[in-house]
T-cell receptor, first 114, second 110 residues
Framework: EAGVAQSPRYKIIEKRQSVAFWCNPI?????LYWYQQILGQGPKLLIQ????????DSQLPKDRFSAERLKGVDSTLKIQPAKLEDSAVYLC????????????FGSGTRLTVV | AQRVTQPEKLLSVFKGAPVELKCNYS??????LFWYVQYSRQRLQLLLR??SRESIKGFTADLNKGETSFHLKKPFAQEEDSAMYYC????????????FGTGTQLKVEL
């Protein structure tokens, strides 16, 4: 079974630039999550999708972050404009509804804002 | 609000020694608790969940609602157990949102 795919693996940008991350979940997983993991902290949920609808985006900084999952499969997370404090690993995960054993994380995208 | 606390950033033990990684939580309802592990250069993966009451790779964890704890234990540490361990909580309700602790780095020395 293919895992959760994310790209790019690494990205370095200057502050005030924009950046986008891509995630392809496991086939058949209706639920998709984006987490932000700042160095020395545990992952923090940014947004959760069920198919192409948003379930929870309460911790997404909506003034600069946006995410979409137009066809209920792939998802993109965008930051515009980036700030220094956005430097983190951005993790994508997917699961079947209620399926914690199928809750699978991608390798993440490491973003450095300079 | 839900919160997970892992008081130790680093735990160093010798091979064959017992291991206990501490986790305390704060949640007003009935949470589901999990332990995730991240080995070097690998992705985050589920180790065990309290509902299953299983032993995975020799690790066990018991949910203590009175002490709001979910400590991870293993009687004899192995070198391959060296990794980052995260305790996580879900409030249930079908949302599956996970709240993670800050993690504990376990280092097993020979």
């Amino acid at each position: 079974e293919a895992g959760v795919a994310q790209s790019p693996r690494y990205k370095i940008i200057e502050k005030r630039q924009s950046v986008a991350f891509w995630c392809n979940p496991i086939s058949g997983h209706a639920t998709l999550y984006w987490y932000q993991q700042i160095l020395g902290q545990g992952p923090k949920l940014l947004i959760q999708f069920q198919n192409n609808g948003v379930v929870d985006d309460s911790q997404l900084p909506k003034d600069r972050f946006s995410a979409e999952r137009l066809k209920g499969v792939d998802s993109t997370l965008k930051i515009q404009p980036a700030k220094l404090e956005d430097s983190a690993v951005y993790l994508c995960a997917s699961s079947t509804p209620g399926g914690f054993w199928g809750y699978t994380f991608g390798s993440g995208t490491r973003l450095t804002v300079v | 609000a839900q919160r997970v606390t892992q008081p130790e950033k680093l735990l160093s033990v010798f091979k064959g020694a017992p291991v206990e990684l501490k986790c305390n939580y704060s949640y007003s309802g009935s949470p589901e608790l999990f332990w995730y592990v991240q080995y070097s250069r690998q992705r985050l993966q589920l180790l065990l969940r309290h509902i299953s009451r299983e032993s995975i790779k020799g690790f066990t964890a018991d949910l203590n609602k009175g002490e709001t704890s979910f400590h991870l234990k293993k009687p004899f540490a192995q070198e391959e157990d060296s990794a980052m361990y995260y305790c996580a909580l879900s409030g249930g309700g079908g949302g599956n949102k996970l709240t993670f602790g800050t993690g504990t780095q376990l280092k097993v020395e020979l």
